[in-house]
T-cell receptor
Framework: KNEVEQSPQNLTAQEGEFITINCSYSVGISALHWLQQHPGGGIVSLFMLSSGKKKHGRLIATINIQEKHSSLHITASHPRDSAVYICAVARNKLVFGAGTILRVKS | DAGVIQSPRHEVTEMGQEVTLRCKPISGHDYLFWYRQTMMRGLELLIYFNNNVPIDDSGMPEDRFSAKMPNASFSTLKIQPSEPRDSAVYFC????????????FGEGSRLTVL
């Protein structure tokens, strides 16, 4: 079993929909990262969390340390949100989930 | 700051050739990471440095891979000899430990070994 599991693997949404991507992990961590990778390959760090919730624009990330679970929410989704979203947990090094491929249709 | 700078962006080479990938981290960052991304295995850590010293190279696939960081502003990842299974996108990332720990990635170097 992978240490970091993401769901869903693929997600297609209509513009304006509320989107949730989930990440579960099985090990003790010091922090959790959410990354975004656009077609063309560049990777951008969206959030780093060790507890609670963070918000940046239309993006919200939450983490429940006890349940070893994090969610990334996108409100009022837009086609430009189409990307791969990757969860990564920080131990002595980052361990990555397989990613969630999001496509937002207009 | 221009961000993490990697070169080359794309490289196509033949099996057996030496490949050198380069990375310039963000100035002031103490940690530098080399990652590899493939369709089959996703993102994997190859090696990371702290203050130019290699800390964990357990992700380096085999002796054909080597990485150096001669100073705080430059690192190389070398593959010699290259093989088709080395084809991947190689990312360099850096961070400043004293801050949030947020990682800043380069644009990646796409390597194709024929």
């Amino acid at each position: 079993k992978n240490e970091v599991e993401q769901s869903p693997q693929n997600l297609t949404a209509q513009e304006g929909e509320f989107i949730t991507i989930n990440c579960s992990y099985s090990v003790g961590i010091s922090a959790l990262h959410w990354l975004q990778q656009h077609p063309g390959g560049g990777i951008v760090s969206l959030f780093m969390l060790s507890s609670g919730k963070k918000k940046h624009g239309r993006l919200i990330a939450t983490i429940n340390i006890q349940e070893k679970h994090s969610s990334l929410h996108i409100t009022a989704s837009h086609p430009r949100d189409s990307a791969v979203y990757i969860c990564a947990v920080a131990r002595n090094k980052l361990v990555f989930g397989a990613g969630t491929i999001l496509r937002v249709k207009s | 700051d221009a961000g993490v700078i990697q070169s080359p962006r794309h490289e196509v080479t033949e099996m057996g050739q030496e490949v050198t990938l380069r990375c310039k981290p963000i100035s002031g960052h103490d940690y530098l990471f080399w990652y590899r991304q493939t369709m089959m295995r996703g993102l994997e850590l190859l090696i990371y440095f702290n203050n130019n010293v290699p800390i964990d190279d357990s992700g380096m696939p085999e002796d054909r891979f080597s990485a150096k960081m001669p100073n705080a502003s430059f690192s190389t990842l070398k593959i010699q000899p290259s093989e088709p299974r080395d084809s991947a996108v190689y990312f360099c990332a850096s961070r400043w430990e004293a801050l949030t720990g947020e990682l800043f990635f380069g644009e990646g170097s796409r390597l194709t070994v024929l």
